[in-house]
């Protein structure tokens, strides 16, 4: 960065790190970041340059969608050139899936988009948030060697580790440690200094200009099977108007049912032109259609397999090769790709 200092865009959008308590009604509401060094003073010994944008109101991360995704995504585009990194602090409940998400609609990205967020509120004396915050910001001002970024995706950064967004899964609503690569390595462990993990961080051999894709299309479901389950609900379910693709959640190593109403009504769904992606309810390893007769038959009965990616990954992906107006067999093409890192092939 030439010596200068770095220049950090923080884009809040709410959650649990923005919230303090009102002195006269006790009530957590979230806090105004321009007065961000009246809260966290920490801030100030970074000396970097930092400015922020508010989402205006905050919202609730139950409440994000893919409107939202876009709102952030535009922040980003409009002042790619102007900043070094970003972070953007979010609530915990969906953060994987904005993670993802902004992993596939950033295309080309070679700046670090830094999510975090906390457990407990940033005005707690003994909070997380103050920590999360400001390690976000290290991150995203840390250059490599050759005075470029050291981290060029969408990661998530949470009390000891950072993760690769679009391989994160909120594993616990109650530890500081809430997020878990489960199938792929950190690409940084936080302790008393911030060890990168090289051969983990994503780089691309050419670098081209940033262009953001805004359209998700949400005519996409998850299915999760379970024993049990009616043949008229799966029927139901498969039914559902207007839907596009499906990521069935199976058991195991990508297994289901091999009844022939199952088998049958799968096929019938993948005939119509519905795409129906393979992932497993597990959190570590992934689907091997090969490893079980159960799940070969989900495989030549046309459902793709999703190897080792993460539902929420799964779910952004089929929202964003949808969104941009791909054919089923073009989707199926690109579900069998790893676009930006989101899966082990």
Not at 233 to 243: A, H, Q
Not at 316 to 332: A, R
Request: contains cysteine.
């Amino acid at each position: 960065m030439d010596g200068r200092r770095p220049k950090i865009l923080i884009i809040y959008t709410g959650g649990t790190i923005g919230m303090i308590e009102n002195p006269h009604s006790r009530v957590l509401q979230p806090f105004d970041f321009t007065h961000l060094i009246d809260n966290v003073p920490k801030v100030r010994k970074l000396d970097y340059d930092i400015s922020n944008i508010q989402f205006d109101p905050p919202i609730d991360s139950a409440n994000m969608s893919p409107s939202h995704w876009s709102d952030i995504a535009s922040d980003i585009e409009a002042h790619y050139d102007d900043f070094d990194g970003f972070v953007v602090l979010h609530g915990t409940d969906t953060m994987a899936f904005t993670a993802s998400a902004l992993s596939f609609m950033l295309e080309n990205l070679h700046k670090p988009v830094i999510i975090t967020g906390s457990q407990l509120p940033i005005g707690e004396v003994r909070t997380d948030g103050e920590e999360n915050l400001i390690t976000a910001l290290q991150v995203a001002a840390a250059c490599d060697k050759d005075g470029g970024p050291m981290v060029r995706e969408v990661a998530i950064l949470f009390e000891n580790y950072l993760w690769r967004g679009n391989r994160s899964t909120k594993m616990s609503a109650d530890n500081f440690n809430a997020f878990k690569s489960n199938n792929y390595p950190a690409l940084a462990k936080i302790g008393l200094g911030i060890n990168f993990n090289n051969d983990a961080l994503y780089r691309v051999l050419s670098r081209r200009p940033l262009k953001v894709r805004y359209t998700m299309d949400t005519n996409v479901m998850f299915i999760d099977l379970y024993p049990g389950m009616q043949e008229s609900t799966l029927r139901y379910l498969l039914g559902t108007p207007g839907i596009k693709g499906i990521v069935l959640r199976t058991f195991g190593a990508g297994n289901g049912p091999d009844y022939a109403w199952f088998i049958n009504a799968i096929s019938e769904a993948v005939e119509r032109g519905i795409v129906i992606l393979n992932v497993t309810q597990c959190v570590n390893g992934g689907v091997h259609t090969t490893l079980y007769n159960t799940g070969n038959r989900l495989a030549q009965a046309g459902v793709i397999s999703g190897h080792d990616i993460t539902s929420e990954a799964a779910i952004t992906k089929m929202m964003y090769l949808f969104g941009m107006g791909l054919p089923p067999e073009n989707v199926k093409k690109y579900l069998n790709y790893s676009l930006c890192g989101e899966v082990t092939l």
